[in-house]
């Protein structure tokens, strides 16, 4: 919890809640009118307008609420705020970030026959999948990896953007698209989504819905964090709308909305020009008169509008608005505005703020919930000092990242968003204010320039935005919008900032001799540099304050009825009246020159003892303090409730009894402070929804607020009534911490009101150094609980530096300061607060006349006593991994120094500081309460250069009044604090001591003084008692070269309480790394209070040459609890073989019908008994016949009937013989077993583990791959029974058995220094040393034992240890797969293998490399012999494979093998779940299962268990289990069934119980030196360990990758029916098509074939009698195709693919001349497709979906029917197609022909003389197309041709026939 101490914290708390809001359950409903965002986080700060004045009369007098009638405490009214430990806020620095991706598949594109990609983008980063070709439907299980290096800030704000791209030879076109911003995925579970849909849509074309589903992965890790698998739905093809990628409570349809930014004005911007060309005239000339020419850019999930530039002014007018056009609720968290400064070189930004739309909205449903909604309000600006200078290095300050140093500047804006419920037909209202009509004031809003017009340039002249993707935003819609009512001077209340100086010491003495001012500013008032244009005046003395009726929020929207003003747009913005009288600012203290500290030579101080300088700084604002008072009154609540779980807290880290009812009582007032502001918030609402002058966020967030504390009583009421149970105070407790988080989160106000107040140091004229409080700490209100807890107060502020942080203590000056800020009509209450002792030397609480210093009326002398006493857990700053501290006390004018303590991290000064004649003024009863503070540093000191700065902390002394009885002081534990890192802890005490008249002899006596040091007094010591510390030295570890030399003869040194404890050497280290003397012991005088106890140091030294010795690293264990002996329970007495137990108390367990020979046990259905006779019966039954032994067992029928029984669909006869008939051909092997391991764990929701390993078992993602309640098939009704199963664990096995050191702990030793960057640990550690402690208080008892238990060997630390003796031990390591690789080539891809090393020795597999991988499945096993302890580091590293040049490490993890090796959890062989002689679950340890037991109980001394028939005795327990089997027909006795049951409960032996591991595979993360920290991917695998003097074991287990089954699927077109028709004749007009069919297996398009064509089919039929052949390999327990090909001509290799076994068949349309029209498509899953019809007619598209009869063809091996086409969802033809799959083996014995050829060949189809080409049979096409149509027509016209000739040679030849004949007369 944060102290609300430091403003400068609380401001940064602030901020850093708009990125990390809290996560809250969201419900999904849809409101009745609009869509109301479902965002809890909305829950801001301020929302209840509880100003019980301002808002609600416009009585001056009731201008603050008042708390009649309400029942609120307070916090306690100190004079100084409260203690802070931590002096500076830690910068964030720039960190590692990895966003992993993986593209499983797309469903449902839009487009005909598209070749679909998926295009990502983040950022500036661009990858891509591969090109699927011809599919709506494609699939891809590709993964990226993109790695940035950026401040959180901007690396949350990046957008992941999805885009589905069909990617053509020429042009590429865009599918849809869908985007999110990181910090959306970071907020989720396990920063993750997994399995999800993302939903692709098209933002230019938003009337036209989804375009398309990508299923993806996408999760996002930081340094350190722990990648968790998340759960993998089971069936999401069929719920894609359950499974969408979207946060949890967001609707699955979300609507578009238009997001409507409104920029009216700014004010108060730098005046002086950023640019570089302004800078070097301003160096050059001095010319300081060009003002900003500035534009403001918004930018909202990559969508950038920018306003137009206004020229050279510091007040700009813009009244422009950016519309952006997104989904609602939007899958982005905030809206970024920057305002930038116009440049011929490269615009300069001036300031940027970020809306968190959770801030300004409520998902709630109905009228409780509200869409975002912001002002029109102002919002405050910071960034870097406004002074610029040539080379300014805090520009990325005014790009919003870090704490700005200096107020920017001020904007006037709105923000609306309105639901567009018909996409864009209707003109809603926001639509007629996007677009309004043209007039003089819209005209001027292209800018003065009249080069950028409004919302010209979009995005793309922002220069040097924070974030890349500043150019590439899509162009937000800029419009202008009518300007805001002119803001009425009387609306303004001038306010006053009034400040005392008290103490003003730790300047650095860097900052010169000079005199120094400080200089207090709120906005620009104040500032002495750049003074504002407005003199602010005070009103007449009897005015009355009016109502702020401005309506700045009266509409939703903001469009106003009023017009605007007629003022010019270059006037001020807050004028004022002539002033009545007009009030002058003092804003700095007198200059004055430092004087040097005492007794520190770096510091100097002001002289202020006598004399405390007073500031006073009239500043003129809107008066919107009842949004402060809100936020005061919830924060008032919200300390007093954190205060009070934390003083809880502290009583359950005690153990405290009384922490439950503490905790109850603190809930209790929580809930009486939130019923008193509820009863405050209901009388404001009444009045504030009727006033005018409250924004719409005001009036919501007032409702909200009332809700949300309505909800949280309800809460707090339930945990108060919550019965008790296990862990009840932690769980109460943690729900306790929850509402505190979302009462912090209701705390902060979004809608800005007043600047945040900067203190600045200045020394010849020149900004030094600043702190920066927040003005709402600082309000007066007559209502203590909405006053600012810094109100009236002493605040401690540190100073810090401009510029870079760089390492080190930063702080400039340190100021005591009174802070009081209010209204001038509440002026005189400023001095109300002062502490007693100090009044006004001129004036007095007159805000005419503030005084210009207080008068201090007493001082008194004081003697301030350091007990220094130790410290823990500091900073190692030396090369030797230690430091050489010293600390630095600094009190007002003196400082002191402690001795400084050579090598170490735990020092113990033991040393008293003594601070004489201290002037302290006030009165003593304000001192003695409430004094001033102590600061520590701590610093290592450096012999060639200044002291490195270790950390800090603040203290506060004890103060003992002279005429007071003396009590000596207690010393406590501070924590110190180094930047972002913890400094360790100081253990001190601080006294204050009155000097009396009668001189300093008659204080305490400081009587212990070695040489000039005095040491801490004996009685603030701590009381000890004699302890000894046992410990058990057992050998060092992977120890580093050091000084360039290999380690040979090291050395540990314990040290602990200044006594150092040396084991022996070891004489050479490469030969036995183990201690010779194993066990030793030391006498501490240590504490008697356990957290006094000081730290232990293990430090490890290497002897060389000559006697010189070389540190190698140290461990520094700050807490020694661990340490403490506990005696261990007594073992059961062994006793003699018992008789059989009269009364026996049954465990019963599920018994499933069992073998025959089973021994049944009657009547053991009852619950479990307390087991209270030494002699006691457990019954072990089996969960099922162990499938091996033997091997001809029958099963009863019974079983066999419910399997039957359960079977759904066809008849059992027929299911059972196809899935033999599947099955028969599977080997039962390793795989098996893994596989129904995979499938358990499936259905065991608690187990997120299937996900890692999908990727090997199902790597397609196919959904049918896991059928609800049915196993895969070889495992189900196939075998005879079910198959034995193995533990799979998503993690390491350390992480789930405690790192195996049960038996002794390993630790790390570092050397070097230590910082805070990245991979520095991984530099700095040299080894491991491993060991064992243990610590009591020693008593006469154990002083009588010591020596015989010593001579004997046997201390308390050694119980259990084995012999430190060298082991010879057989190795076998099983790589089973890897996933999630980082990509290691240039194409996202990965060729890895595998090595494995333990010590010198080195397996390397390079030969068998999986090409393009990042998923493979490696299946290796490799043996190896080594030796305990030289050989005890196993390293498992994948490489990535390079043909050229050398391997590249993708990442690697180390087991240490020792530590499994005698750990009493036994993982050296995991258990089997059951025993079997052979087969694929063959027993493969040493030992039997009954040898083993026998070996467990002999070692834990429990004496051998007995074995009788049907039963086994181990340490009086008695398990009873068949251990009759037949065999053969024989009776065969074995025992190793239940001793194998009782090894898996040897959790329950009394006192030496554990658990043993199970047979497993752990999953194993990865990881690289050059991306320290980050996860490299995970592999999969286990380790067995023999030890060569047992029995030598069997062979390794084989798990070599099973080959994929070649297959051959045949498939006859035999026809099609209702095919669309494309063509039209031009002669006839007639409808027809060219059908012909394609088809092929998805992931084979290079074996697509094609029918002939049915040319010319006027009814859509087509007959083809055509067959396909296609050859394929596949994995039948994956269900799964295997492809090998090469990707392209340069790949050497063929990479494998894994594919959902999916056939697509198309029709086409033949075109001769252009390219072919496609007609439809079907794609059938293998597994899972519809029965095809009998008929055409009964063939629908409803198959789909209408729940028709799934059939797999690799059951049923043929099938026969009619499928429909489909094209953009409506039915487009019918298709009857023969099915018939084969095997390989099958195919090559009885083969067919492609087409109709030989062999079986197919009989030609009967089609109709119409079909045919008419580009090759032209006449055909003459006599089919025109004589058949125009017969009779061609007949008459033939006739009449042959008539018209016949009368055509009659006339012609009728004239010469009649001439002829009358000339000749014949």
Not at 94 to 106: C, L, M, V
Not at 1234 to 1261: I, L, N, T
Not at 1491 to 1509: A, H
Request: with cysteine; charged share 25%.
């Amino acid at each position: 919890m944060d102290d609300p101490d430091s403003p400068t914290a609380e401001w940064r708390k602030g901020k850093s809640k708009l990125m990390f809001g809290l996560k809250i359950k969201k419900k999904k409903k849809k409101s009745s009118k609009d869509l109301i965002l479902e965002n809890k986080g909305a829950v801001d700060s301020d929302v209840e307008v509880l100003s019980d004045s301002s808002l609600m009369e416009a009585e001056p007098s009731e201008d603050q609420p008042s708390s009649s009638g309400v029942r609120t405490r307070i916090l306690p009214n100190n004079k100084r705020a409260k203690l802070k430990t931590c002096i500076l806020p830690s910068e964030g620095k720039p960190q590692s970030f990895q966003i992993s991706i993986n593209i499983t598949e797309a469903k449902q594109l839009v487009g005909e026959n598209i070749d679909p990609t998926v295009v990502i983008e983040i950022g500036d980063e661009k990858k891509q999948t591969s090109v699927k070709e011809g599919t709506n439907a494609p699939f891809y299980n590709e993964y990226f990896v993109f790695d940035f290096f950026a401040h959180k800030e901007v690396f949350f704000d990046k957008v992941i953007k999805l885009t589905v791209m069909h990617s053509k030879m020429l042009r590429s076109f865009s599918v849809g698209s869908f985007k999110l911003d990181v910090w959306t995925v970071y907020r989720q579970p396990g920063h993750q989504f997994v399995n999800k849909w993302a939903t692709l849509t098209k933002p230019g074309d938003i009337s036209t819905g989804v375009k398309g589903y990508v299923k993806c992965d996408i999760s996002i890790s930081a340094k350190g964090d722990a990648v968790q698998p998340g759960p993998k739905a089971s069936d999401a093809e069929e719920q894609i709308d359950k499974n969408l990628l979207i946060p949890e409570g967001f609707p699955a349809e979300r609507p578009w909305a238009r997001f409507c930014v409104k920029v009216y004005r700014a004010e108060g911007l730098p005046r002086n020009n950023s640019s570089i060309m302004a800078n070097v005239t301003k160096a050059f000339i001095g010319d300081n008169t060009a003002l900003v020419d500035p534009y403001v850019v918004v930018s909202f999930f990559k969508q950038v509008g920018r306003t137009a530039t206004q020229k050279s002014t510091a007040d700009p007018v813009w009244n422009e608005q950016i519309v952006f056009t997104e989904m609602f609720p939007p899958l982005c968290q905030r809206l970024k505005i920057q305002v930038w400064d116009e440049a011929s070189m490269g615009d300069v930004a001036i300031g940027t703020h970020y809306f968190d739309l959770r801030r300004i909205s409520n998902e709630q449903d109905g009228d409780r919930g509200f869409l975002p909604t912001f002002g029109p309000a102002w919002i405050n600006l910071y960034g870097s000092a406004r002074n610029y200078t040539l080379g300014d290095d805090t520009a990325e300050l005014n790009e919003g990242i870090g704490e700005g140093v200096s107020y920017r500047g001020r904007v006037y804006m709105e923000l609306a968003v309105e639901i567009l419920s018909g996409g864009i037909g209707t003109e809603s209202k926001l639509l007629r204010t996007v677009k309004p009509t043209k007039d003089p004031k819209a005209g001027k809003t292209g800018g003065k320039d009249g080069k950028t017009p409004a919302g010209g340039g979009a995005g793309g002249a922002v220069g040097g935005a924070a974030d890349d993707d500043k150019g590439k935003g899509v162009a937000a819609e800029v419009l202008p919008v009518e300007s805001p009512p002119a803001m009425d001077s009387d609306h303004n209340e001038t306010f006053l900032l009034f400040g005392v100086l008290f103490e003003a010491t730790m300047i650095d003495r860097k900052i010169g001799d000079k005199p120094i001012v400080f200089e207090f500013s709120i906005g620009n008032y104040g500032n002495i540099l750049e003074q504002p244009s407005i003199t602010p005046s005070t009103p007449a003395t009897g005015r009355k304050k009016k109502i702020l009726d401005f309506p700045d929020g009266s509409d939703t929207f903001g469009a106003s009825t009023l017009s605007s003003s007629p003022t010019s747009q270059t006037s001020p913005l807050l004028q004022k009246e002539p002033p009545e009288t007009v009030l002058t600012s003092k804003s700095t203290t007198p200059p004055e020159k430092p004087v040097i500290v005492e007794g520190n030579r770096f510091y100097t101080h002001l002289p202020l003892e006598k004399q405390k300088p007073c500031i006073n700084v009239l500043s003129d604002w809107e008066d919107r303090t009842y949004r402060l008072y809100n936020s005061n009154m919830l924060e008032n609540i919200t300390l007093l409730f954190e205060e009070g779980v934390a003083s809880v807290e502290e009583l359950h880290r005690k153990s405290d009894p009384e922490a439950e009812e503490a905790l109850k009582t603190v809930l209790r007032e929580f809930c009486m402070d939130a019923r008193g502001f509820i009863t405050a918030a209901e009388a404001k609402l009444k009045v504030a929804l009727k006033s005018s002058y409250l924004t719409q966020l005001d009036k919501k967030r007032l409702t909200m607020c009332k809700q949300e504390l309505e909800s949280m009583i309800g809460d707090a009421h339930a945990l108060v009534e919550r019965k008790r149970k296990a862990g009840g105070v932690k769980e109460m407790l943690q729900d306790a911490m929850k509402l505190t988080n979302k009462l912090r989160f209701l705390v902060e106000e979004p809608q800005h009101t007043v600047p945040d107040v900067f203190v600045w140091l200045l020394s010849n004229n020149k900004r030094i150094a600043y702190a920066r409080v927040r003005t709402r700490d600082l309000l007066y209100s007559s209502s203590r609980e909405a006053r600012g807890i810094h109100c009236g107060k002493i605040v401690t502020l540190f100073l810090r530096p401009l510029g870079k942080r760089v390492s080190g203590f930063q702080v400039q000056a340190k100021l005591e300061v009174y802070l009081w800020y209010g209204s001038c009509s509440d002026s005189c209450f400023m001095l109300d607060d002062l502490p007693a002792g100090f009044s006004p030397a001129t004036g007095g609480a007159d805000v005419s006349n503030p005084p210009n210093h207080l008068l201090s009326r007493e001082q008194h002398q004081f003697q301030l006593r350091c007990h220094m006493y130790q410290a823990r857990g500091l900073i190692a700053a030396d090369n030797t991994g230690l430091s050489d501290p010293f600390a630095r006390v600094t009190y007002r004018s003196h400082s002191q120094t402690t001795n400084v303590i050579s090598q170490t991290l735990s020092p113990t000064w033991n040393q008293c500081l003594r601070m004489n004649l201290l002037l302290v003024s006030g009165e003593l009863r304000h001192i003695q309460k409430e004094p001033p503070r102590v600061v520590i540093e701590v610093y290592d000191e450096d012999a060639l250069g200044k002291a490195e700065y270790l950390g800090s902390t603040v203290s506060v002394p004890e103060v003992r009044l002279s005429g007071e009885p003396y009590t000596p002081p207690t010393l406590r534990y501070s924590p110190l604090h180094c930047g972002c890192q913890s400094g360790g802890d100081l253990l001190a005490a601080f006294e204050l001591l009155q000097i009396p008249y009668s001189g300093e002899q008659s204080l305490p006596p400081l009587s212990e003084m070695d040489g000039s040091v005095y040491r801490v007094p004996a009685n603030i010591r701590p009381v000890l008692s004699t302890y000894r510390l046992e410990v058990l030295f057992w050998g060092l570890r992977e120890l580093k070269k050091v000084q360039l030399l290999s380690v040979d003869r090291p050395q540990v040194f314990i040290e602990c309480a200044g006594k150092t404890l040396r084991s022996s050497v070891i004489q050479k280290y490469k030969s036995n790394p183990n201690f010779s003397t194993q066990v030793d012991a030391i006498e501490l005088e240590l504490p008697e209070n356990e957290n006094l106890h000081p730290p232990l140091s293990i430090t490890v030294v290497d002897w060389r040459a000559f006697g010189r010795s070389t540190l190698v690293g140290n461990h520094i264990i700050n807490n020694l609890k661990a340490f403490k002996y506990v005696p261990p329970p007594a073992l059961p007495a062994p006793t003699p073989p018992p008789p059989p137990p009269k009364d026996t108390y049954p465990i019963p367990e599920r018994q499933p019908p069992g073998p025959e020979g089973t021994l049944q046990h009657q009547g053991e259905s009852g619950s479990t008994v307390a087991l209270t006779t030494q002699d006691f019966l457990i019954t072990v039954e089996n969960d099922a016949p162990p499938p091996a032994l033997p091997p001809t067992r029958k099963e009863p029928k019974k079983k066999t009937e419910t399997q039957t029984r359960t079977t759904r669909g066809r008849s059992t006869k027929r299911r059972r013989r196809t899935i033999a008939d599947e099955s028969a051909a599977c080997v039962i092997d390793w795989w098996s077993k893994y596989y129904a391991s995979v499938e358990k764990e499936a259905k065991q929701d608690s187990s997120p583990f299937h996900q890692v390993f999908e990727k090997v078992s199902s790597s397609d993602g196919d959904k049918k791959k896991k059928p609800k309640g049915k196993a895969p098939v070889e495992m189900t009704v196939g075998l005879p029974v079910r198959l034995a199963t193995l533990k799979l664990y998503n993690k390491e096995l350390e992480a789930e058995f405690g790192h195996f050191n049960d038996w002794v702990n390993t630790y790390d030793l570092f050397r070097g220094k230590a910082n805070e960057d990245e991979g520095v640990t991984e530099e700095r550690f040299v080894g491991k040393f491993k060991g064992r402690f243990c610590l009591y208080k020693l008593t006469e008892e154990d002083e009588e034992d010591w020596d015989e238990a010593a001579g004997a060997g046997q201390l308390k630390v050694n119980r259990g240890i084995p012999l430190n003796i060298p082991v010879q031990v057989i190795i076998r390591v099983y790589i089973v797969s890897a996933s999630n690789l980082h990509p290691a080539d240039p194409d996202g891809k990965a060729d890895p293998y595998i090595v494995v090393r333990l010590g010198k020795n080195e397996i390397k597999d390079r030969d068998n490399y999986i090409p393009k991988q990042l998923n493979p499945v490696f299946g290796r096993s490799f043996e190896m012999q080594g030796t305990f302890p030289q050989e005890s580091l196993l390293s498992v590293l994948i490489y990535d494979y390079d043909m050229v040049g050398g391997d590249d490490l993708i990442g690697e993890t180390r087991i240490d093998l020792e530590n499994r090796f005698f750990s009493q959890h036994r993982p050296t062989c995991g258990l089997p779940t059951e025993y079997s002689v052979d087969g694929y679950n063959a027993w493969r340890d040493c030992l039997k299962p009954s040898e083993l037991l026998t070996k467990m109980c002999r070692e834990n001394g429990l004496g051998d268990p007995e074995f009788r028939p049907g039963r086994i005795t181990v340490a009086g327990k008695v398990f009873a289990g068949k251990t009759v089997f037949i065999n053969e027909d024989e009776m065969i006795e074995s025992y190793e069934h239940l001793s194998l049951k009782i090894l898996h409960r040897w959790a329950e032996m009394p006192a030496v119980g554990c658990k043993l591991v199970p047979e497993h595979i752990e999953t194993r993360t990865l990881f690289n030196k050059t991306r320290p920290g980050m996860d490299q991917g995970q592999v999969q695998m286990w380790v067995d360990m023999f030890p060569t003097d047992l029995p030598h074991p069997g062979p390794s287990v084989d798990i070599s990758p099973r080959k994929p089954k070649g297959y051959e699927l045949r498939i006859i077109i035999w026809n099609t029916e209702d095919v669309i028709l494309e063509d039209s004749s031009f002669l006839t007009g007639q409808q027809s098509s060219d059908i012909y069919v394609k088809g092929w297996l998805k992931g084979l398009e290079d074996d697509r074939q094609e029918t002939d064509v049915h040319y010319n089919s006027l009814t859509g039929e087509g007959n083809f009698n055509w067959r396909f052949v296609f050859p394929f390999h596949y994995l039948p327990a994956e269900k799964v195709l295997v492809v090998k090909k090469r990707e392209s001509i340069f790949s050497l290799d063929k990479t494998e693919q894994k594919l959902p076994s999916i056939l697509i068949l198309q029709v086409w349309d033949f075109e001769t001349l252009s390219s072919d029209d496609f007609l439809g498509t079907v794609e059938l899953d293998l597994h899972g497709f519809p029965r095809g019809a009998k008929t055409a007619k009964s063939c629908k598209a409803e198959m789909w979906s209408d729940g028709t009869e799934r059939i797999s063809i690799f059951q049923q091996k043929r099938a026969r029917g009619w499928w429909p086409f489909d094209k953009g969802g409506e039915l487009t033809g019918k298709v009857e197609a023969e099915f018939h799959l084969v095997t390989a083996e099958e195919a090559e014995k009885n083969p067919v022909g492609k087409a109709r050829k030989e062999p079986e060949p197919l009989p030609k189809p009967n089609r109709p003389d119409t079909s045919f080409s008419w580009f090759v049979n032209p006449f055909k096409c003459f006599f089919h197309l025109i004589w058949r149509n125009y017969k009779k027509y061609i007949i008459i016209a033939l006739v009449l041709l042959i008539l018209a000739l016949f009368l055509a040679l009659l006339f012609y030849t009728l004239p010469g026939a009649l001439s002829q004949k009358i000339v000749n007369g014949k």
